[in-house]
């Protein structure tokens, strides 16, 4: 499991009305707002447009470092609005991290190494899950989850329950596949499983001949 980055912002206490918005955006300015479970009133702040582009790859994975008015503050951006036309965001929504609240995230999943039945049999590798949703304290955030298939062979998966999770809330199932070995294209299943059988038979029989030969 890959460790959450951390990344710094400022942010600059802001009005409220709309023609005060219309002006920090006109100043590439985002309009955004500060809240959580221990936040007794939230804050209304702007942060610089090209500083929260940076960080909106992964964001949820990202704890950010948010200092306003000399406070620092332990974030992770919750929700981003877009402006329809220009695609700029408009609005963003960061929540204070509590060590005593957990948090719901959508973290992606890696791949990692060759798996085995595709370098020798010719397999495929499929992966029909790329994010695992899960609660969380904020100790035991996690930016990504990985998976080596290295070992896996054609007709091999890797599922939800394989992944270490100490600490960790799946929400979606753990009998979810994250990652499969298809057979080579054209080919079934069985065919390559019969095909190792036979390989084993064979092999079988020349050993017994040659040891009646001794």
Do not use: C, W
């Amino acid at each position: 499991m890959a460790k959450p980055e951390y990344v710094k912002l400022e942010g600059t206490p802001r009005e409220t009305s709309k023609k005060a918005n219309r002006e920090l955006r006109a100043a590439k300015r985002v309009p955004a707002v500060l809240y959580g479970p221990e936040v007794q009133e939230n804050t209304h702040f702007s942060i610089d447009e090209l500083a929260l582009e940076k960080i909106l790859s992964r964001a949820q994975t990202k704890v950010q470092e948010l200092t306003i008015d000399g406070k620092v503050y332990k974030t992770l951006l919750k929700r981003t609005e877009f402006d329809p036309v220009t695609d700029r965001p408009i609005h963003a929504d960061f929540y204070v991290l509590s060590d005593r609240h957990k948090v719901t995230l959508r973290v992606p999943i890696g791949i990692r190494g060759t798996a085995r039945g595709v370098v020798e049999g010719g397999g495929r590798l499929f992966q029909p899950m790329k994010f695992l949703r899960i609660r969380v304290l904020p100790e035991n955030i996690v930016a990504e989850f990985e998976v080596d298939v290295t070992p896996l062979q054609i007709g091999q998966s890797f599922h939800v329950s394989d992944l270490e999770l100490d600490g960790i809330i799946p929400l979606d199932s753990l009998n979810r596949t994250i990652v499969t070995i298809r057979p080579p294209k054209g080919q079934l299943l069985k065919d390559v499983i019969e095909g190792e059988d036979g390989d084993d038979a064979e092999g079988t029989e020349d050993s017994s001949e040659e040891t009646s030969e001794k």
